[in-house]
């Protein structure tokens, strides 16, 4: 039974008065869940939106690129990394000087960075003498000093070098090589799988927030959303 009388055959009754119900329940039902496929449709089409919108990495942050990789043609899986973005190109070094040295180690002196490798070098400043002395295996007693570089001609993150520093009396070489480091990084990820169509930077370039770094093509996204 699919309704349901409030009254009887010659019940007295007034305009307006409701005198049955329909069992609409069934109808609710369908309706529900109409309703729900077409929001599950509607949350179907904004991801695959998302995914096509993502086929296009920009950056999030402005600075230098660094660690990119991609070479058009490449197939590139969502969640990779496609490289790092330095805010500024301030790269630190960490290197070990013998302490009778670095007692005449300051803050401020000039040093020159020799990248290892090649004959390429870069200027720097001293930042940071430690105040703690190392001994070596050799019995060699060692002072950590941290030189900063503003570098404009090399992406130096990861870059093994070492260094000479300047008191403007003596010239003082370091015990030891190490890799440049930088504070201030980030990653830009591929948030959709697909074929490199195009790279727009290259390594060294400065670019801002929101530059495109790069474009996928994926055509099985590209046939879904029509």
Same mark, same amino acid.
């Given at each position: 039974?699919?309704?349901?009388?409030?009254?009887?055959? *010659?019940d007295? &009754?007034?305009?307006?008065?409701?005198? #049955?119900?329909l069992?609409?329940s069934?109808?609710?039902?369908n309706?529900?869940?109409?309703?729900?496929a077409?929001?599950?449709?509607?949350?179907?089409?904004?991801?695959?939106?998302?995914?096509?919108?993502? +086929?296009?990495?920009?950056?999030?942050?402005?600075?230098? /690129?660094?660690?990119?990789?991609?070479?058009? *043609?490449?197939? /590139? $899986?969502?969640?990779?990394d @496609?490289?790092?973005?330095?805010s500024?190109q301030?790269?630190?070094?960490?290197l070990?000087?013998?302490?009778?040295?670095?007692?005449q180690?300051? @803050?401020?002196?000039?040093?020159r960075?020799?990248?290892? *490798?090649?004959?390429?070098?870069?200027?720097?400043? /001293?930042?940071? =003498?430690?105040?703690?002395?190392?001994?070596?295996?050799?019995g #060699?007693?060692?002072?950590? $000093? %941290?030189i900063?570089?503003?570098?404009?001609?090399?992406?130096? %993150? *990861? =870059? %093994?070098?070492?260094?000479?520093?300047?008191?403007?009396?003596? %010239?003082?070489?370091?015990?030891?090589?190490?890799?440049?480091?930088?504070?201030q990084?980030?990653v830009?990820?591929a948030? !959709?799988?697909?074929s490199?169509?195009? @790279?727009? &930077?290259k390594?060294?370039?400065? /670019?801002?927030?929101?530059?495109?770094?790069?474009e996928?093509?994926?055509n099985d +996204?590209? !046939?879904?959303s029509?």
């Amino acid at each position: 039974k699919d309704y349901k009388l409030y009254y009887l055959e *010659g019940d007295p &009754v007034k305009k307006g008065w409701a005198i #049955a119900k329909l069992d609409s329940s069934d109808y609710e039902v369908n309706i529900k869940s109409q309703r729900n496929a077409i929001r599950q449709a509607e949350l179907s089409k904004a991801s695959l939106d998302r995914q096509i919108n993502n +086929l296009k990495i920009v950056s999030n942050a402005s600075g230098y /690129v660094s660690n990119l990789y991609l070479v058009e *043609g490449a197939y /590139v $899986v969502a969640n990779t990394d @496609v490289c790092s973005i330095t805010s500024s190109q301030k790269d630190e070094i960490t290197l070990q000087f013998v302490s009778s040295a670095a007692s005449q180690i300051q @803050v401020g002196n000039s040093a020159r960075v020799l990248l290892t *490798g090649s004959l390429n070098y870069v200027d720097g400043v /001293v930042t940071f =003498v430690s105040n703690k002395i190392s001994t070596l295996a050799s019995g #060699a007693t060692v002072v950590d $000093v %941290t030189i900063q570089v503003t570098n404009s001609r090399f992406a130096l %993150t *990861g =870059v %093994t070098a070492n260094a000479e520093i300047s008191t403007g009396i003596n %010239t003082f070489k370091s015990a030891n090589e190490a890799q440049f480091s930088s504070t201030q990084s980030g990653v830009v990820k591929a948030e !959709t799988s697909g074929s490199v169509k195009k @790279v727009y &930077v290259k390594n060294g370039q400065y /670019v801002s927030k929101g530059e495109l770094i790069a474009e996928l093509e994926n055509n099985d +996204l590209i !046939t879904s959303s029509q």
